[in-house]
């Protein structure tokens, strides 16, 4: 089973930037899209961003421009750099293996307050 955790997370001032990991447990990573969710209270998980196995990106619109993901297969690592953040960017972020019934971290705390 395929394990996945995640670091980076903390308390930033908004305008600052942060840079998430994913390491991920396992054989074959290079070969699955993988993605970061994030989910703020009392609200849904949403897609933040996806990468798949070629490098190709996409992006929440909410994200664009501020937030890069990017992977590193020899490392089995996924991260994700978010540059000018928002208080609304504030939330626990996941990333998931990006397939049915894929794995999911246990989540690292992002809070944007001054």
């Known amino acids: 089973q395929v394990q996945l955790v995640e670091s980076g997370g903390g308390l930033v001032q908004p305008g600052g930037s942060l840079r998430l990991s994913c390491a991920a447990s396992?054989?074959?990573?290079?070969?699955?899209?993988m993605g970061w969710y994030r989910q703020a209270p009392g609200k849904r998980r949403e897609l933040v961003a996806h990468i798949n196995s070629g490098g190709s990106t996409n992006y929440a619109d909410s994200v664009k421009g501020r937030f890069t993901i990017s992977r590193d297969n020899a490392k089995n690592t996924v991260y994700l750099q978010m540059n000018s953040l928002k208080p609304e960017d504030t939330a626990v972020y996941f990333c998931?293996?990006?397939?049915?019934?894929?794995?999911w971290g246990q989540g690292t705390q992002v809070t944007v307050s001054s």
């Open positions: 396992g054989s074959f990573f290079s070969i699955y899209a």
């Open positions: 998931h293996r990006e397939i049915i019934g894929g794995a």
